[in-house]
């Protein structure tokens, strides 16, 4: 078996799908693994690294696809690169199947077998193979940092010469993986912290971690998996209106709300961007779908009405070192599990596999 590990092509994309330790647990498994050169670069894993591990590193693609039985990556590739994976060579990533269905039809023309790896179910036996959480963790660090660094004022409360500074206050929007480790980060730092997800059943985590839980009367949004589930509209907006002020009384607001396959939710509207303390922060972890809050412009950092709004995407690659060894241990973990008598598998009775292969044999097994 041989796994080709290419340098991504995303632009702004820092993150690699293999680290030096789990080529070693591939290779350990039974896993030829070649890398193709600088693909590590960018979280600083460089090419000696890899060569120690036991990869073979190239410089060519074509010499890294050639008789590749398994394509490992962190982002979709680039059309024009289709052509070099060999035909029924299984394609592993992040692959948003929902924004690119060209893609998924080139695929299977191509006769590539994809697995999309933001489709992987909650359940117990897939939990390290998670990207999504062991991402929205870092991410939702990186989010506190940011707006930290945004904010015109300090975190944490300090007693002075000059007197009391009082500590700043952070709402966070939405208390999954990313809003948890929000939260976390925002009270290390010293900030008063409270939450609000429409999943009451947070509201213990929430308050383990020293946050206060936003109580809003709305109906329970749980959805499959543990995920919140799309709301109504009537819904959506009693909730925009009950938070209303709460988002005018913090002075960073992280917004992390999101539903799989499906685009962000509004949570923050224009009118509560104005109502907000000149100086304030959002940082919308939501981007990636559209983002949380309707003054942000996925990809950028602007300033609205003084306010300014962090709206980043894939903020995980701005921590690409622990952003690559979390993403390919869990890359590694699923590889390795489909691995058996030194033969990768494809048995779409499997509830991971049947859940995560949306191509296979040069049918489509995803219709968005």
């Known amino acids: 078996m041989k796994a080709a590990i290419p340098k991504e092509t995303a632009e702004g994309e820092t993150r690699v799908a293999a680290v030096p330790d789990t080529v070693a647990k591939l290779r ?29 590193v190239t410089y060519e693609l074509g010499d890294l696809y050639a008789n590749a ?6 982002q979709p590739p680039a059309e024009g690169e289709l052509g070099a994976l060999p035909p029924g060579s299984v394609l592993i990533c992040m692959l948003q199947a929902h924004l690119h269905p060209q893609l998924l039809e080139s695929l299977a023309t191509a006769d590539i077998t994809a697995f999309a790896l933001e489709r992987l179910p909650r359940i117990s036996r897939a939990q390290p ?16 940092l940011l707006g930290a660094d945004h904010l015109d004022k300090i975190l944490p409360m300090q007693m002075t010469a000059a007197g009391t500074l009082a500590p700043a206050r952070a709402l966070i929007l939405g208390a999954g993986v990313a809003g948890l480790q929000a939260i976390a980060t925002a009270r290390r730092l010293g900030a008063v912290v409270e939450a609000f997800d429409v999943r009451s059943a947070v509201r213990e985590e929430v308050q383990s971690l020293g946050a206060k839980f936003i109580n809003v009367e ?16 009537e819904q959506l907006q009693r909730q925009q209106d009950l938070l209303t ?21 509004t949570l923050i509207t224009t009118d509560m961007v104005t109502a907000m ?17 309707e003054c942000s412009v996925p990809g950028e950092v602007i300033t609205f009405d003084d306010v300014v709004i962090v709206a980043i995407k894939d903020l995980a690659r701005l921590v690409p070192h622990h952003a690559s060894l979390t993403y390919s241990r869990n890359l590694s973990n699923l590889v390795l599990s489909l691995m058996h008598e030194g033969e990768f598998t494809i048995d779409l009775d499997d509830e991971v596999v049947d859940a995560i292969c949306v191509t296979h044999k040069g049918e489509l097994r995803y219709g968005g």
Request: proline share 2%; glycine share 14%.
């Open 28 to 56: 350990a498994g039974g896993i030829e693994v070649w890398v193709q050169a600088g693909a590590g670069q960018g979280a600083h894993f460089s090419d000696e690294l890899y060569r120690q591990a036991g990869a073979t």
């Open 129 to 144: 193979m998670d990207v999504l959480s062991s991402q929205a963790s870092i991410a939702g660090y990186k989010a506190a």
């Open 218 to 233: 709305v109906e329970a949004a749980e959805g499959a998996g543990g995920y919140a589930r799309e709301q109504s509209k």
């Open 277 to 293: 303390r000149k100086g304030s922060v959002i940082v919308d972890v939501a981007a990636d779908t559209g983002g949380n809050c």
């Open 245 to 265: 002020e709460r988002v005018a009384a913090a002075d960073i607001v992280i917004s992390t709300a999101s539903i799989p396959g499906r685009s962000a939710p």
């Open 69 to 74: 039985d398994i394509v490992l990556r962190v």
